[in-house]
Nanobody, 125 residues
């Protein structure tokens, strides 16, 4: 497992932008598929985006496609989520996740074995 620390959350008006960062510990970050999920109180954690080990392949939930962009910098052991055209319904706690060698990543939380502590994103109308 790796340790993940998210940053960049906050309060933004509808239509605005935020960039979330997730810094990973360890020197093997490039071997981890990484993803972003989000969760509201009392609700299940839902998939937002994922990126392959090299960064050459990405996947997005339909609800964010065209507005959010996931990227990674393996030299800095960091994954990013650029969020544009934010809507009030994007208000969640956002979590970074990484899939170790025995995990596949993908769109379900069970595909990941390392999680950050979460960062709150609040979009006001």
């Amino acid at each position: 497992q790796v340790q993940l620390v998210e940053s960049g959350g906050g309060l933004v008006q509808a239509g605005g932008s935020l960039r979330l960062s997730c810094a990973a510990s360890g020197r093997t970050f490039s071997s981890y598929v990484t993803g972003w999920f989000r969760q509201a109180p009392g609700k299940e954690r839902e998939f937002v985006a994922a990126i392959s080990r090299s960064g050459g392949s990405t996947d997005y939930a339909d609800s964010v496609k065209g507005r959010f962009t996931i990227s990674r910098d393996n030299a800095k052991s960091t994954v990013y989520l650029q969020m544009n055209s934010l809507k009030p319904e994007d208000t969640y706690v956002y979590y970074c996740a990484a899939a170790g060698p025995r995990y596949y990543g993908g769109r379900t939380p069970n595909g990941y074995d390392s999680w950050g502590q979460g960062t709150q994103v609040t979009v006001s109308s």
